[in-house]
């Protein structure tokens, strides 16, 4: 038998434990804590729309008697417009356009660390006229802006494995489907041509493409150092342990955050925890100066993460950046 | 449409604040709320004894971690045995405690009343990443569509920035970064005068603003506001009471004279949420400028507190209340509206951007910075401005004015 996963997967769950920090010479207390309900939730007049999905892989609106307004979900069997006239189901096509420009979300809530970056946006299916909240992902690699906008025409992409939720489905740009792909009802995941991550490879380096990876190192271990003791920049690496390899066209070195500790050596690291590359250090040099965000350039295909759940990393980078330049900023405004 | 208002003058007698902090270890929210409390009886100067009911905002019941979390205070601020209500409106929160204690005395029901607002929102702490942030947005997340939209990612930043880029849609030259960024860099300049902005110290050049990073696409870090922890209380009194109020603490009467809310659809397309806009707002003002006889606001108002929780939202928000043309929000920088010198003053606490965002007191703190704001440089009038729920679904405003 198939072990099924969990309501609550066990990394999120933390051990009983507490800890004390001392503000003014007198201990407070922190105690790691849960706050934790379980449910067997009835979907009631939303069944029809989830076992739809689930087990016959169709979208399900419903249609006012009275106005005709047809509203995806099929959020109601009533309708206020109309004195609540009776609604009937119906269903609706798998392709749509984009309401408006969807947002991106980077820096997502714990649940959804792993599955960042993502788009969610509006889509009006064929024959609805209201808007459908959907996860919206590219074939392509990661999504950044400019690839769905408002009318961009996406398609409905079915799970392989299904469980009646809104999350057996997401969209993708019909652009980067074949004809038939974007006419066939009910296409799934594993029907799709999902780019794989493959890291950058760079050209041999120059002298001076060498000249300046030592100068960006320098000036990197310089601030690795400011950084490990700052107090404020330890914060926001606090708890944290990662070997990163990192690779550029002039060399490549590693980087250490251990528990408030940044470090970075000339090192080539046999099993790092994820691998960086970017053809030119300077961009990373930047985002510890505080001067562009290194979350940025990822979006900007300037820096490569060889895995997405990384960017709860970078985001600790940058912000290691910022605190080191808020502690100096806030010592010179006192 | 419009109702006309037959209810009894009610005014701000006395206004407190706790500072807010990114963590308040020393303190749990009992002891937050108990102390914005003795702060604004003390610069109501009266006596807990002479306020006759209270009004809690407190958001999010996983921060607090109580499905009643006012219960204990109740006791705990001197007001046992009398009403006491909670109001929990989402970001609205504030605004709508603010309100629900005015009906009361307005409507005869109490003369005095206690607003409290309270909110310990970074308790919460995800052990995966060991940051607060993550948890902290997700127990915001539990606020969204259970059914379809919580398990896709919604969270309270991608569904604000749905509505900003629907706005941008529609308006391509509105919104630029670089006035966003000036916008976000003139209220940190402003912190620097609240004593109990979470940020005081953080000014930023508009340059660090669009260097930061992206959150949310379109959103960047220094546009949105940052949690934190605190409380802040308003005494409000019917006429009387509040004249005599004022004649022994000193402090000029700042009169509620309009009150106005509005919440949307929560769904989006034909006939639903008003799409490319925040419909929620402009009618929520609109409902206060009628009750309080406003034709003009930027001619008969002269400080505004508003609800940033994006700097983008803030732009169209002004627009949805009348400050300046839809499609034309850059106008609050590149017409001086809002600039050091020009109109109006726009959140002079640092907003909750950098004053913070203690989600149940930040539109209270907004009213004791409007309030302070009115009587220590003697201005006309006020407007505090209140957003809440998915797609800036909930709006409300309140007119404060001057004795």
């Known amino acids: 038998m198939i072990k099924k996963a969990k309501v609550i997967p066990e990394e999120y769950i933390p051990e009983v434990n507490s800890r004390t920090v001392t503000i003014e010479d007198k201990n407070y207390l922190l105690q790691n804590d849960a706050m934790f309900t379980f449910y067997e939730r009835a979907a009631g007049e939303f069944s ?30 009533h309708c206020p417009d109309c004195d609540f006239a009776p609604t009937e189901l119906l269903e609706v096509g798998q392709v749509g356009r984009m309401l408006s420009t969807p947002p991106i979300t980077y820096f997502a809530t714990s649940m959804f660390l792993d599955k960042a970056p993502f788009g969610r946006g509006r889509v009006v299916l064929e024959g609805a006229d209201t808007a459908l909240s959907v996860m919206l992902y590219t074939t392509t690699g990661i999504l950044v802006p400019g690839i769905i906008r408002k009318d961009t025409e996406v398609k409905v992409i079915f799970r392989d494995e299904r469980v009646g939720a809104v999350t057996d489905i997401f969209c993708v740009p019909a652009s980067e489907l074949s004809p038939d792909q974007v006419t066939k009802k009910g296409l799934q995941e594993s029907e799709l041509n999902w780019a794989a991550p493959v890291e950058p490879q760079y050209p041999k380096a120059s002298d001076k493409d060498i000249a300046v990876y030592k100068q960006c190192l320098k000036e990197m271990q310089i601030l690795a150092s400011e950084m490990s003791g700052s107090k404020r920049a330890r914060k926001a690496i606090e708890g944290w342990k990662r070997d990163i390899a990192v690779k550029t066209k002039g060399g490549d070195f590693a980087m250490y955050i251990d528990d408030g500790d940044f470090r970075i050596e000339e090192k080539k690291l046999g099993s790092p925890d994820f691998v960086m590359a970017c053809e030119d250090p300077g961009t990373l040099l930047d985002g510890l100066q505080y001067k562009g965000a290194i979350t940025d350039s990822v979006i900007a295909r300037k820096l490569w993460i060889s895995k997405n759940m990384e960017f709860t990393t970078i985001f600790k980078l940058d912000r290691l950046a910022r605190f080191l330049a808020r502690e100096k900023k806030e010592q010179g405004a006192k | ?22 963590k308040w270890y020393e303190k749990t929210y009992y002891e937050l709320g108990q102390m914005a409390t003795r702060e604004a009886i003390k610069d109501a100067a009266i006596s807990i004894k002479d306020v006759d009911a209270v009004a809690y905002g407190i958001y999010n019941d996983i921060f607090e971690r109580s499905a009643i979390p006012e219960h204990p205070l109740q006791g705990i601020i001197g007001m046992a045995n009398k009403p006491g209500i909670r109001v929990t409106n989402g970001g609205a929160t504030g605004i709508y405690t603010l309100a629900a204690a005015y009906a009361f005395i307005a409507s005869g029901m109490h003369d005095t009343m206690l607003v409290l607002g309270v909110e310990k929102a970074t308790d919460c702490f ?65 912190a620097r005068s609240n004593p109990y902005a979470q940020r005081q110290f953080d000014q930023v050049t508009p340059e660090e603003v669009m260097n930061s990073r992206y959150i949310v696409y379109p959103l960047k870090e220094l546009e949105i506001c940052v949690y ?5 209380a308003l005494i409000i009194a019917e006429e009387e009471t509040a004249k005599s109020i004022a004649q022994n603490s000193g402090k000029p009467v700042v009169w509620i004279t309009g009150i106005g809310e509005a919440n949307e659809w929560s769904y989006a397309g034909k006939n639903q949420n008003h799409w490319g806009r925040i419909y929620s707002h402009h009618m929520a003002a609109q409902k206060a400028y009628e009750m309080a006889g406003i034709k003009n606001p930027l001619e008969e108002i002269d400080v505004v507190e508003i609800h940033d929780a994006f700097i983008q939202q803030l732009e169209i928000s002004m627009a949805e209340m009348g400050f300046v043309p839809l499609g034309r929000a850059d106008d609050l920088v590149e017409e001086g509206i809002m600039m050091p010198g020009g109109k109006l003053s726009v959140n002079p606490s640092g907003g909750l951007i950098y004053s913070g965002h203690a989600v149940g007191a930040s539109n209270i703190m ?21 957003t809440g729920s998915t797609i800036c679904q909930y709006g409300g405003v309140a007119i404060l004015e001057h004795d």
């Not at chain 2, 109702?3 to 500072?19: E, H, L, M, Y």
């Not at chain 2, 995800?126 to 606020?143: G, L, Q, R």
């Not at chain 2, 934190?228 to 802040?232: C, D, I, K, Q």
């Not at chain 2, 009213?367 to 201005?379: D, H, M, P, Q, V």
């Open chain 1, 48 to 77: 029809a729309f989830f076992l739809a999905i689930r087990d016959e892989k169709r979208i399900l609106g419903c249609k006012c008697t009275k106005c005709g307004l047809v509203r995806v979900p099929p959020m109601l069997t």
């Open chain 2, 1 to 22: 449409m419009a109702k006309k208002f037959t209810g009894r003058k009610v005014g701000i007698v006395g206004a407190a604040s706790t500072p807010f902090k990114a």
């Open chain 2, 126 to 190: 995800d052990f995966t990443s060991m940051s607060a942030t993550p948890e902290v947005i997700k127990t915001i997340a539990w606020s969204g569509d259970c059914w379809f939209e919580q398990k896709i990612g919604w969270s309270a930043s991608d569904s604000y920035a749905e509505v900003i880029l629907a706005y941008m849609d529609e308006h391509p030259g509105d919104l630029k970064p670089e006035v966003t960024a000036q916008i976000s860099s003139q209220l940190s300049m402003q």
């Open chain 2, 228 to 232: 934190t922890e605190g409380a802040s």
């Open chain 2, 366 to 386: 907004s009213a004791w910075s409007a309030r302070n704001e009115i009587i220590n440089k003697g201005l006309r009038r006020g407007l505090v401005h209140g």
